[in-house]
């Protein structure tokens, strides 16, 4: 299944270092979603694109920037990252909620070490 | 504020065994979905089920087969006959159906291990 892919899908990266992580759906959606999944902990919602618009910021620190740039692909810029942020980055599409129920389909994730 | 509770962290069971994954949740909402995923050590999460809270018919699709209780809130899935791909960590998850952005709200997952 290659609907939703991600890329690199390892990244190793020092604490002053910049990075950006990729996702690009196949699946002619147009929501995209970035989670953070850390050991123990559930899955943490990050960003919610719709439309390319930005419509959801759980409180998610400065050091993590995300970009839409259209409806296939997402990017998640990286700077001066701690190492508790050291995690699985998972990415998701699904169609606009607005137009009724919506399953959200995931990529594979990046697994990011900050050292 | 909705709640997903996954009571069990970690089954083991041997091949050809049925197992039950136990998801439990909390929602004020009269309308919700109710999703499980799969986690298999490759980390993408794959999509299994979806239920609508308007429909509590039981679902099986091949060995896996889905329990929805209302009066319960609770949102089980067993897995018949277990085989070692079934080896994954899985998730339920609860999504409201209104609201300014679609939000699924996932419980800490099970992590099944089927030995041979």
């Known amino acids: 299944e290659t609907g939703v892919t991600q890329t690199p899908r390892h990244l190793v990266m020092g604490m002053t270092n910049k990075k950006s992580l990729k996702c690009e759906q196949h699946?002619?959606?147009?929501?995209m979603y970035w989670y953070k999944q850390s050991a123990k902990k559930p899955l943490e919602l990050m960003f919610v694109?719709?439309?390319?618009?930005?419509?959801e910021n759980n409180s998610v620190p400065s050091r993590f920037s995300p970009e839409c740039p259209n409806s296939s692909h997402l990017f998640l810029h990286l700077h001066t990252l701690q190492p508790e942020d050291s995690a699985l980055y998972l990415c998701?599409?699904?169609?606009?909620?607005?137009?009724?129920?919506?399953?959200?389909?995931f990529g594979p994730g990046t697994r990011l070490l900050v050292l | 504020a909705q709640k997903v509770t996954q009571a069990q962290t970690e089954i083991s069971v041997v091949e050809k065994e049925d197992v039950t994954l136990d998801c439990v949740y909390e929602?004020?909402?009269?309308?919700?979905?109710l999703f499980w995923y799969k986690q298999p050590p490759s980390g993408e999460l794959v999509f299994l089920i979806r239920?609508?809270?308007?429909?509590?018919q039981n679902e099986i699709s091949g060995r896996y087969s889905w329990n929805f209780q209302k009066s319960t809130s609770s949102f089980n899935f067993t897995i018949t006959a277990s085989q070692v791909v079934d080896s994954a960590v899985y998730f339920c998850?609860?999504?409201?159906?209104?609201?300014?952005?679609?939000?699924?709200?996932f419980g800490k997952g099970t992590k099944l291990t089927v030995n041979p």
């Open positions: 929602t004020r909402d009269t309308t919700y979905y």
């Open positions: 699946l002619g959606h147009n929501a």
């Open positions: 998850a609860l999504s409201e159906a209104q609201g300014g952005s679609e939000k699924l709200v």
């Open positions: 998701a599409s699904s169609q606009d909620w607005r137009g009724g129920p919506v399953t959200q389909y």
């Open positions: 694109y719709s439309l390319e618009e930005r419509v």
């Open positions: 239920r609508n809270s308007f429909d509590e």
